[in-house]
């Protein structure tokens, strides 16, 4: 099975062949799930003793199992957080695997790493942490924000002499629920300053100020959000990291969605104060256009991180040679085997320029402002609150949860768009409302127009 047969290069041409076909192709099928079952009546037994053969195998996949999946990149695709990733990207992904490098050594890795750090350096001048500041490419958000915890929580234990005590996390109840998963996985127990909105530097003060000697003991980090998932919104981050710097306290900024904002001019003074995290969150693969699995995890120290992560073992020793020598990103986050994943960000950044990715962020911006206009001058529709960063919230007047849950499953049915109900906190009161999360360039007005009339 490993040898270079003409069936191989048939499944090659083939494989190619769909991938110039999806990739020029900007408005694909929708696509929608079909249960277990059906599925697997239509595809049939595909693991067995004797294989079913690349070109079986591949149509099966092509002409079955790809229509049951939706494309993230589709100009409709509005719910959760879509993503658009580059052409350019996409290509670079292919050459990414078929490449076959093991990126967390710089002793296997070097050419593949040494290009993720030009992209690393280029996420750290956009947040405007200090010199010295360096992060590494992880697999997404949670494992970025896991990552950047237990960092903290072992500079934590080492500096206040608490090596077996039980910390405490404080952030927003809306911080992204990894940052609760994320909680769970270290064994850290999590205080939530209650808000959907942006959390203050007074609202965290206040919380602070609530908890007792024992609590305050045991705190060792402050989770703020640079664009919450929900509804777009960056907490008071300058306010918050002087807090963190009085208080002594981590100050970690999930900016995981909207960090690729800080790209763009119009939006870039909301997520002022950054620049004095101890770490930050990014995820290329939502508004940096890159294909997923895509995150990154940043540092003003990245000694700190090394001395939590990096891992010992006779077989790894000879990659701490000096003979090996270079950056090694096993060292700075939680996983060992890892892809090159961000080798994708760094050839479109070096395809297409800077400029050009500023101005795909602002796009989104764009068409979500585009959105809160039309939307206010619809009667039967209301915003929530104002359009922030690429997000808009709105309700359908008069409708209950289940016409929401009816309309995005027809929607999606049909072909349409796939959007989303969420969620909405006000005055204590929890309420169903639609969210759009604008990420594709490709979306147009027409698109926007489209789905609102499916709500009359």
């Not at 979500?368 to 104002?386: M, N, W």
Request: hydrophobic share 40%; glycine share 8%; with cysteine.
């Amino acid at each position: 099975m490993h040898k270079i047969d003409i069936d191989t290069v048939e499944m090659t041409l083939d494989v190619m062949k769909y991938a110039v076909s999806r990739i020029t192709n900007t408005r694909p099928p929708l696509g929608a799930p079909k249960r277990e079952e059906e599925l697997k009546e239509l595809v049939g037994e595909t693991v067995t003793a004797e294989g079913i053969g690349g070109e079986k195998a591949f149509r099966i996949f092509r002409d079955i199992l790809v229509k049951a999946t939706v494309p993230i990149d589709h100009p409709r695709h509005l719910a959760f957080v879509p993503a658009a990733p580059t052409r350019a990207a996409v290509l670079f992904d292919l050459v990414t695997s078929a490449a076959s490098i093991h990126g967390a050594y710089w002793m296997e890795g070097a050419g593949g790493i040494f290009c993720e750090n030009v992209a690393i350096k280029w996420l750290i001048s956009l947040t405007g942490m200090p010199q010295g500041a360096f992060g590494v490419f992880t697999s997404g958000g949670t494992a970025a924000n896991l990552s950047a915890m237990v960092t903290a929580r072992e500079h934590w234990r080492k500096i206040k002499g608490r090596e077996n005590q039980k910390g405490i996390i404080i952030t927003s109840s809306g911080a992204h629920s990894s940052i609760k998963a994320m909680a769970k996985v270290i064994d850290v127990d999590l205080i939530l300053v209650d808000t959907e909105d942006l959390m203050t530097s007074e609202s965290l003060m206040q919380k602070i100020k609530s908890l007792d000697q024992k609590q305050l003991e045991r705190v060792f980090a402050v989770v703020a959000t640079g664009g919450t998932t929900n509804a777009g919104i960056v907490d008071d981050l300058d306010g918050i990291a002087d807090i963190c710097s009085k208080e002594e306290l981590w100050f970690h900024v999930d900016a995981a969605y909207g960090g690729g904002a800080l790209v763009a001019d119009s939006v870039r003074h909301l997520f002022n104060g950054i620049e004095k995290a101890d770490s930050i969150t990014i995820d290329p693969h939502k508004w940096l256009f890159s294909p997923y699995d895509c995150g990154t995890v940043l540092y003003r120290d990245p000694a700190l991180a090394k001395e939590a992560h990096e891992q010992e073992g006779s077989y790894l020793e000879i990659t701490k040679d000096p003979g090996a020598h270079g950056f090694n990103p096993a060292d700075y986050q939680i996983q060992l085997t890892r892809r090159l994943r961000g080798l994708p960000l760094w050839f479109s950044l070096a395809t297409h320029g800077t400029d050009k990715y500023k101005w795909a962020v602002e796009r989104g911006i764009s068409l979500a402002q585009l959105a809160g206009k039309i939307i206010s001058q619809r009667p039967e529709l209301e915003l929530v609150r104002p359009p922030s960063l690429s997000i808009v919230l709105f309700r359908r007047i008069g409708w209950t949860e289940e016409d929401y849950k009816s309309w995005t499953y027809k929607n999606h049915r049909e072909g349409l768009a796939l959007v989303t109900p969420t969620r909405w906190k006000q005055k204590g009161q929890n309420e169903t409302v639609v969210r759009f999360c604008f990420i594709n360039p490709d979306t147009t007005e027409e698109d926007i127009t489209i789905i609102l009339d499916s709500m009359k």
